[in-house]
């Protein structure tokens, strides 16, 4: 059985994150009362999506502030928030904007307006931006220098290193620039979507008023251009700066700064009508490019004659302004996380072969089905080897002379897949394949546009999706003809079928010869290329359907096993806990006396420990080197114990908008697995952070006496004694 994982955190405030954050006033007014019955319904029971996203992203940046990580992880976490609130902005601000500006008065569950939302969202991430320059300039950008990686300014370099970069600049950058003019003759141009630019403001002899021109930064010439050999580098809009003489000869340079627009990425066709699915994603990449902007972001120092000219050229209102210290666009210091330093960085991992495929020395690899019809196979990314794992079992099916058919969803793939080339080299050996490539994947829709043409020209099957919905579950079937018939192997993860973020994320996925998984992906993968979709499923919770109704019936059960006086425990590990009525089943469960136990990576919405709601729901939330991305799903049951991993997060958009998988996992081995990986979260006291009734965050910490416990390592190193147990072997 799951035990209760005694957490002994040393909670101290200083590591308290956006502290009453997302509270709106009525916090004060929850009813407690144990003579009262609490509406369920009430608002103050709700945590804000929106700022809820923002208090994870203050936890990342966390991780660029904490100094018991190496250096230029640091430096990463700090790129990576600067990645994540780009996203931010372009997803969620954009969406709120656009309802703003259409009258939405809707309420969220917690009782904002899109307007007040977005008025909120625009306050909280100015402190966030503040708060990430003065960690690059003030902690890390010394640091790195002490370690002996400077990121210089061009105007303190000595003169040799001036006429260096000088001569790089006039020979690689300075024929990619294109300055463009304001003027009477000339249109304000376009300025695309998070592109790095330096307007210029300039004057000719004889004239009064200034020019002002925009040069955009090009995206193919490194941002921290290297000085000599050393690990010395200088932001290459310093750089242009320096030479804009060449740009603009005989004119009196006035002013340069750099600024950088955000675009809206909310853009929506109506599927209902779109007579091409393929059309509809291509008009949406194009609209995007044009979208309106969301957010401007401008270097601190410049004059407000720049900031009035973009501000009225580009439509942006004052609330929508960043003045913020220079560099722009941190997410480019993710190159400087290339430097051969290892010194300054954790130590590198490489994925582990999984025991199950591991073979003595000597011996021949059996085929992998073989290995998958002798037990399910459970898959723990990035501690087993995607390659040597799911990529594996693909190539071989595509290769394998039995295997009649191949059937996979593709949400995001690598820009290099292997497992799309897998699947051609399967339909030229002559097999059956079907791919549902999801062309609404957010930002991957033009990369799965190439691959979805280029299969179809293979003679592939090719699925572009269903109307209405996003396919966002991650399965491949394999029928194969074998001596006592027609097997069926299936794949269901929870994470996508990408080489690349195999390495970064964390995710599960089982492999398994049960024939009633796979009747199931018959029939799911039949709605794909068909237009139906099967109510009945034998294994697997599907969405759209009864995927909902099924966790909403397990959750239920959980608590009348508690009212009935036995045992009841439910534990999720998840990416976002966001859908309002699974909230309202967890918040009657915890009433009921479920002790509840939640691993939510970012977006929360329920509120722990409020009294006589939810003080038997503890929520944690780990950042660390890995993004945390597996779902789990686990129910006591009166002692039946059940465990769920799949694609699906408890939304509303994955329970009801898109098509989901979770499959039940019912081998005891890999039960114990699950609950091995249930319990080393919940005990981590290095990368987790408790989640507080009003909102807010606090790291746990360990005791002075207390080891440190910290979840991702305990994942690698066992990882890395099973394989040295296995080699030894």
């Given at each position: ?400 002379p039995d295997v009649l058919a191949i059937k996979a969803a593709i949400y995001r793939t690598a820009s290099d897949s292997k497992i799309i080339e897998s699947l051609i080299d399967a339909a030229d050996e002559g097999k059956q394949v079907a791919v549902m490539v999801e062309l609404k994947a957010r930002f991957d829709e033009r990369d799965n546009l190439e691959w979805a043409k280029r299969l179809e020209e293979e003679g592939i099957h090719v699925a572009y999706g269903t109307i209405g919905y996003k396919t966002h579950t991650k399965t491949t079937l394999v029928v194969r003809e074998e001596a006592d018939g027609v097997q069926l192997y299936s794949h269901v993860g929870t994470g996508n079928y990408h080489s690349e973020t195999a390495k970064r994320y964390e995710d599960l996925g089982l492999l398994t010869a ?216």
């Open positions: 059985m799951l035990s209760c994982v005694e957490r002994t955190v040393a909670r101290a405030p200083v590591s308290a994150v956006g502290a009453g954050a997302g509270v709106p006033p009525s916090m004060t007014d929850i009813r407690t009362q144990d003579d009262e019955t609490p509406d369920l319904y009430d608002e103050s029971y709700y945590l804000n999506r929106e700022l809820s996203k923002l208090e994870f992203n203050e936890r990342v940046l966390h991780e660029a502030q904490d100094e018991r990580t190496p250096l230029l992880e640091r430096v990463k976490f700090c790129a990576i928030l600067s990645q994540n609130m780009d996203e931010f902005f372009m997803k969620r601000v954009g969406g709120l904007k656009q309802q703003v500006l259409a009258d939405v008065s809707e309420r969220t569950p917690d009782g904002r307006t899109p307007a007040e939302q977005w008025e909120a969202v625009l306050s909280r991430a100015g402190p966030i931006f503040e708060q990430q320059a003065a960690t690059w300039h003030d902690e890390l950008r010394p640091a790195l220098a002490a370690a002996g990686v400077e990121i210089a300014d061009y105007d303190a370099l000595p003169s040799a290193a001036r006429a260096e970069l000088d001569a790089y600049f006039e020979e690689s950058v300075l024929p990619t620039l294109t300055p463009l003019t304001f003027d009477p003759a000339h249109p304000f141009p376009h300025i695309s979507n998070l592109s790095l630019s330096l307007a210029v403001l300039t004057r000719e002899e004889g004239e009064r008023e200034p020019t002002f021109s925009r040069i955009k930064i090009p995206k193919n010439r490194p941002r921290f251009v290297q000085v000599g050999d050393e690990q010395t580098f200088v932001p290459i809009e310093q750089l242009v700066t320096a030479n804009l003489d060449l740009l603009f000869p005989s004119v009196e340079i006035l002013e340069a700064a750099t600024f950088r627009v955000t675009r809206n990425a909310e853009v929506r066709r109506d599927e209902e009508v779109a007579e091409d699915l393929i059309e509809m994603v291509e008009e949406v990449l194009e609209e995007r490019r044009f979208a309106g902007i969301v957010r401007l972001e401008i270097e601190a120092g410049a004059s407000d004659r720049i900031l009035d000219i973009l501000t009225t050229e580009l439509d942006v209102g004052e609330r929508e302004v960043y003045r913020l210290p220079a560099p722009l666009d941190l997410g480019d210091a993710m190159t400087l996380t290339e430097i051969d330093r290892p010194d300054l960085k954790l130590p590198a991992w490489t994925p582990r072969p999984h025991p199950q495929f591991v073979r003595q020395r000597g011996e021949e690899p059996r085929p992998i089905f073989e290995e998958i019809r002798r037990g399910d196979v459970l898959v723990h990314h990035p501690y087993h080897s995607f390659s040597e794992t799911v990529q594996r079992f693909i190539d071989e099916a595509a290769h394998d049960d024939p009633d998984v796979g009747q199931d992906l018959v029939r799911l993968f039949n709605y794909f290329t068909g237009h139906s979709l099967h109510e009945d499923y034998r294994e697997l919770l599907i969405a759209p359907g009864h995927m909902r109704q099924q966790f909403v019936d397990l959750i239920r059960r959980e608590a009348e096993h508690a009212r009935e006086g036995r045992e009841a425990r439910i534990v999720a590990k998840l990416n976002r806990l966001e859908d309002p009525e699974i909230v309202r089943e967890l918040y009657r469960a915890s009433r009921a006396g479920v002790d509840v136990d939640l691993v939510v990576r970012d977006i929360c919405r329920l509120r722990p420990g409020v009294e006589g709601v939810s003080e038997n729901v503890d929520v944690v939330s780990i950042v660390g080197r890995y993004l945390e991305h597996s779902r789990i799903y686990y129910f006591l049951d009166g002692g039946t114990e059940r465990y769920y991993i799949g694609s699906a997060d408890w939304m509303q958009r994955n329970l009801d908008n898109r098509v989901e998988a979770v499959a039940p996992i019912h081998d005891e081995a890999l039960q114990e697995r699950l609950a091995h990986v249930l319990e080393t979260c919940l005990a981590d006291n290095r990368n987790a952070w408790d989640l507080q009734s009003d909102g807010s965050y606090v790291q746990r910490t360990p005791g002075a006496d207390e080891e440190v416990r910290c979840a991702q390592e305990t994942f690698m190193r066992e990882a890395a004694e099973t394989d040295a147990d296995a080699s030894e072997k």
